[in-house]
């Protein structure tokens, strides 16, 4: 079945390095890639998208890059922030509305 | 902030009784999800909504049902609680295909 996964399930990075956080998915149809973010006690916010008819999208701050050879899509965070320590998650949105997510990275940042 | 609300946002219930969650939103959007969030586990889909009385199974939909009698609500209910259905549960609402989807704030459920 169709699956989304993530390389590694935490990160730390210094502040002001650039973080990236990779992601796997199966479903070789999906066509819509997402990206949230989750702060603890809240639900998962909208960060950035990209279509499968692209290989990279930026955003303020974030780039998304998506490898559709390998099936691998990562998020790149510039200069990154104490405000940007959360749970980070993947998710596919594939033909008929399913959506799927990864199971999620935390990004901690050291000051 | 998109319109969704999620009720109740806590609850505490006793196994084998039955329980209803509840997603009401006002943004008039086509598609509505229910997650449920597990430590190690992520995000996973229980039951999704497609349009009115449309709905289709997710990845963890065993002793879950869905309803979806208007668009603007989306119930979840679990028909004999059992204490592996403790959990954090997310509804998510989106416009059409390929575009972000909004989520609630998340309802509490412990089954003791």
């Known amino acids: 079945g169709e699956s989304v996964g993530l390389h590694l399930p935490t990160l730390s990075v210094q502040e002001g390095d650039n973080s990236i956080i990779n992601c796997a998915y199966s479903?070789?149809?999906?066509?819509?890639f997402i990206w949230y973010k989750q702060e603890s006690g809240k639900g998962p916010q909208f960060i950035i998208d990209?279509?499968?008819?692209?290989d990279k999208r930026q955003g303020q701050r974030v780039t998304v890059l998506l490898n559709k050879t390998v099936k691998h899509l990562s998020l790149q965070i510039a200069a990154t922030q104490p405000g940007d320590s959360a749970v980070y998650f993947c998710?596919?949105?594939?033909?008929?509305?399913?959506?799927?997510f990864g199971q999620g990275t935390e990004l901690s940042v050291k000051p | 902030d998109a319109g969704i609300t999620q009720s109740p946002r806590h609850k505490v219930t006793e196994t084998g009784t039955p329980v209803t969650l509840r997603c009401h939103q006002t943004?008039?959007?086509?598609?509505m999800y229910w997650y449920r969030q597990d430590p190690g586990h992520g995000l996973r889909l229980i039951h999704y909504s497609y349009g009115v009385k449309d709905t289709d199974k997710g990845e963890v939909s065993d002793g879950y049902s869905v309803s979806r009698s208007k668009t603007e609500d989306f119930l979840l209910t679990l028909e004999s609680a059992t204490s592996s259905q403790t959990s954090v549960y997310f509804c998510?609402?989106?416009?059409?295909?390929?575009?972000?989807?909004?989520f609630g704030q998340g309802t509490r459920l412990t089954v003791v």
């Open positions: 943004e008039n959007h086509r598609y």
């Open positions: 990209i279509r499968s008819n692209m």
């Open positions: 998510a609402i989106k416009g059409n295909m390929n575009t972000e989807a909004f």
């Open positions: 998710a596919d949105d594939n033909q008929g509305g399913k959506l799927i």
């Open positions: 479903n070789s149809a999906s066509d819509y």
